[in-house]
Structure formats: C-alpha cells, structure tokens
C-alpha cells in the first residue's frame, strides 16, 4: 500500500483521485472551516477566559504597556 498526499481544490483532488491507479482503501480530509466575521463590540478573548491566568496587581494599562523604560 502506497500513501499520496492531494492538495488543490475539492475538484482537482476530486480529478487527482479519479486517475490513481489501484484501490483507494481510505481518504483523510482535512477542511478550513469557512471564518465567521466576528460582530463589531464582540469579545473575540472571551472563549480563552477560563485559560487566562489574573495575575494582580498587574498593570495592563495601555499607558503602562507602551511605556519607554520600567521607571518613566
């Protein structure tokens, strides 16, 4: 038995498959999902919460992200 990897559109490994020589046994498929557009205002983190780690008294301020050195 002989592993082929197919990559190119649903047509072109359709077209791929249909002038393999031999039995095909198996295919494993791999679909990109088409993106959903996120809402204006939606959280687009909030799925992650239960991952994040609340470290306090951490200062996650805009001011204090882009700051030039740690004492300005």
């Known amino acids: 038995m002989k592993a082929r990897i197919l990559t190119g559109s649903k047509k072109e490994i359709a ?3 249909v002038g393999i020589d031999g039995e ?3 295919a494993i498929v791999f679909i990109d999902e088409p993106a959903v557009p996120t809402p204006a205002g939606a959280d687009i983190f909030a799925e992650m919460e239960p991952f994040t780690v609340h470290a306090s008294p951490a ?3 805009r001011e204090a992200v882009y700051r030039r050195g740690a004492d300005e």
Do not use: L, N
């Open 59 to 61: 200062d996650d301020s």
């Open 24 to 26: 095909i046994r198996e």
């Open 15 to 17: 077209d791929q498959v």
